[in-house]
């Protein structure tokens, strides 16, 4: 019996290189704005802080079909960014990631930040070190934690399936290859289908992504 592909190649790469491009821009830019926040928090002291931990504690779980929603109706043609024709672009689902990952980038980075003991930033600041000084040694003094974070933050994006098939559309073009097909919406479309090999080869596509991400994660916990 001759050897059958369980799938055309350049599908699967195109939906894994998808999956990736989104989840990877949204980490970008998510940590770019939440390693910010999370060091002003730290190192602020003000009232109301609680709260605002307690905001980000509450968006690290974010129903992400809530999330696909608000994003669809902002982006939608009566929205306010209605003019950039956002609706089913690879933009709209990394939109939707960074609303979901920033949290946990944020929630797992405040914490290693506040976990460093004082003693750190006092000796810091006692040899006359300015505030710029302190937030680096900070910075490598939380730096696992921080990793983590981002890393968690991927986990949840790559994962992701609610809010990238309403923004995202699941759409593929006629030769087959993706537009906003990623890996889990990839996964939904075939078993619906009925081709259980393709969903398969993709599932341990992200199985293996995911347990690289935890491994990562675990190895800079053991440390």
Do not use: H
Not at 25 to 32: G, K, P, Q
Not at 184 to 209: N, Q, W
């Amino acid at each position: 019996m001759p050897f059958e592909p369980i799938a055309e190649p350049n599908y699967l790469r195109s939906v894994i290189r998808v999956s990736l491009t989104v989840s990877l821009t949204a980490i970008f830019v998510s940590t770019l704005v939440s390693l910010p926040v999370a060091f002003l928090i730290g190192f602020a002291d003000f009232r109301g802080k609680r709260l605002v931990t307690a905001i980000i504690n509450t968006g690290m779980g974010f129903p992400s079909v809530a999330v696909g929603l608000f994003v669809l109706l902002f982006i939608s043609t009566d929205g306010p960014l209605g003019s950039l024709d956002l609706v089913y672009t690879p933009e709209a689902m990394i939109i939707s990631q960074c609303i979901l990952a920033a949290p946990v980038i944020t929630g797992v980075a405040l914490s290693a930040v506040e976990s460093v003991d004082d003693a750190v930033r006092d000796t810091a600041y006692g040899v006359g070190g300015t505030r710029t000084d302190v937030a680096l040694i900070t910075l490598k003094e939380a730096r696992y934690g921080v990793i983590t974070g981002i890393l968690a933050g991927f986990g949840r994006a790559i994962s992701e399936v609610g809010s990238v098939l309403i923004v995202g559309g699941n759409i593929a073009y006629a030769d087959g290859t993706s537009k906003t097909r990623t890996i889990t919406t990839a996964i939904t479309f075939e078993t619906r289908r009925g081709e259980f090999e393709t969903a398969l080869a993709l599932g341990a596509v992200l199985i293996v992504l995911v347990l690289l991400v935890n491994g990562i994660v675990m190895r800079l916990g053991g440390r």
